[in-house]
Each structure stands twice: as structure tokens, then as C-alpha cells.
């Protein structure tokens, strides 16, 4: 199995900065892709930023130029750092990761994190 661990979210001012951190760990045999999506008050589930295992990124149209999505050259983990966050960006943020683990042979797995909220007030 492959868990999902977040941190770094939090209460800032409109304007302000964050960085989310997300962790993977267990058997993981390889990742295709990591991700960052986010669920406001009352919204849908949306997809905020990608990464793939190339280096080849999306952005959300309304995040573009102010967030920017990483990874860690050694290890499982990818960030999204925040920049000048507005109030419209207030949201549950869940990582999301595609890859392949091992159980006793190859398995596909596609894993959420429990999400860590963000708040932007004006």
C-alpha cells in the first residue's frame, strides 16, 4: 500500500505565501505523477497542478505565475509553493499520486492525501 502524508497548510493573509509538502511512502516501485487539487467552500474538486515523471507541468489557469509545483530530486515528495494567495484560493488541498508498488507483484495505485486546508482572508 502506498500512504500519502501533507503538511503546510494554514491561515495567511491575502497576499501571502505557503508551501505544501506531500510525502509518499511504502513499496513504491515507481511514480508517473504527482498532484495538487483543491476543494473550496460549496466547489468542486479541481485540479490545481500537475507534475509528471519528465518534469512536464499544468497549472490551473487562475494559478498560473503565482503557484509552482516541484518535486524532490531523491524521494517521494512533492510541494506546491503558494505565492501571492488571494481570498478565492481558500480550499481543503489533497495531493494525489499515480504510480506502481509492489505486493508480491506489480500493482497500478492512484492515492489521495487527507488534505490539509488552506485560508486566505482579505
Known amino acids: 500500500q502506498v500512504q500519502l502524508v501533507e503538511s503546510g497548510g494554514g491561515l495567511v493573509q491575502a497576499g501571502g505565501s505557503l508551501r505544501l509538502s506531500c510525502a509518499a511512502s511504502g513499496s513504491i516501485r515507481s511514480i508517473s505523477a504527482m498532484a495538487w487539487y483543491r476543494q473550496g467552500p460549496g466547489k468542486q474538486r479541481e485540479l490545481v497542478a500537475r507534475?509528471?515523471?519528465?518534469?512536464?507541468?499544468y497549472y490551473l489557469d487562475s494559478v498560473k505565475g503565482r503557484f509552482t509545483i516541484s518535486r524532490a530530486s531523491a524521494g517521494n515528495t512533492v510541494y506546491l509553493q503558494m505565492n501571492s494567495l488571494k481570498p478565492e484560493d481558500t480550499a481543503v488541498y489533497y495531493c494525489?499520486?499515480?504510480?506502481?508498488?509492489?505486493?508480491?507483484?506489480?500493482?497500478?495505485?492512484?492515492?489521495w492525501g487527507q488534505g490539509t486546508q488552506v485560508t486566505v482572508s482579505s
Open positions: 494525489n499520486v499515480d504510480g506502481t508498488y509492489f505486493s508480491g507483484y506489480v500493482k497500478n495505485f492512484n492515492s
Open positions: 507534475i509528471n515523471s519528465g518534469g512536464s507541468t
